[in-house]
């Protein structure tokens, strides 16, 4: 979660696992980025959403800094898929409103969860159904208001070309059209019930890859595989558990992200983490390996994005590769040549 603080050049407090993208738009409208560090008692995979992390442990939320002019929800991390709790930050300002006055709105960063969450995540309180949410973007060219008096009209243009006016709201000014027409067909194509199809059998596939990956050489960060116990749709008790609905479990992203155990790192300290990213490029797999964000960077991460693409097929493929390859590097010392591939 991030916050907009006032002063003579407002700096933008952002969490560090917001994407690259929110420090370039911060910096593209005059705004100086400030990013906070992980705090380190709680696990890595609890501290994606600290606020509501704190709700969950029955303790109090951090508090919100008195100056500030907006506040931005991340619906789907970079690094694990977790969302971040919009609600949550929608009843913090109310209380600061109460306490100071200070009206304060919602914008929402939803890059890839605006494309998850409505067709698999009904019951889930993300967008314009939550008060303060007066913005929300989503994909790389989709952006939505609330209201147009929400739109400041300095950062409108007006246009006077081959004899019309027009007016264009936009950071890049000037972009093809063609990514626009594309998913329109989209659109058009799937409708509603083909995006909760696809949604969903991408989280299955998650899920089943997490599972797979849970109980072996890994400890598993992403929690869509994680079941809810106390969700809207669990606490109906006469209902057949329906293994393949998403609001039974974590809510997030199709992402799995893992790393290896703690003790097995222990146990065999000469294997890096990056060599399994590394082999598994060689068999075709695009499994990047990367640091956790600042406060956890010696925290490495391997992170698969499940897409249409990778069907269930290909999935059981995936995790008898991960498997095989990490089972060859604990038996078997890897050259000097290993170290130049990484």
Known sequence: MKAVILGSKPPTSIGRVAHSATHSGVAAVGLKAISHPLDKPQPLSSRIDPVCHHRQQGSPAPPLPLLIIGAIVILGSTYTGHFENVKLMNDLLNDL???????????????????????????????????????????????GLRDEKFLHKELVFELHYLGSTEYTFTLNFSKPDSPIIAQMFNFLNLGFDGYKSIATKDLRNARMLSCALEHT?????????????????????????????????????????????????????????????????????????????????KTEILRVVVRETLTKDLTERLIVDILEITESLLVNRPSQHYNHMI
């Open 97 to 143: 409103l109460n306490r100071t006055g200070l009206d304060i709105p919602i914008h929402v960063d939803a890059a890839s969860g605006g494309f998850i969450t409505p067709f698999v995540y009904p019951s889930l309180k993300w967008s314009f159904d939550v008060a303060r949410v007066v913005s929300i973007n989503t994909s790389s060219h989709k952006f």
């Open 217 to 297: 050489y890994f400890t598993i960060l992403s929690n869509i595989h994680r079941p809810v116990e106390h969700s809207a749709v669990a606490d109906v008790k006469h209902l057949v558990r329906d293994v393949d609905n998403p609001e039974l479990y974590g809510a997030g992203l199709p992402v799995v992200s893992f790393k290896l155990l703690d003790e097995l790192k222990k146990e065999y300290p000469h294997v890096q983490q990056a060599w399994i990213q590394s082999t598994l490029r060689m068999k075709g797999w695009a499994v990047p390996n990367y640091n956790a964000p600042k406060g956890e960077e």
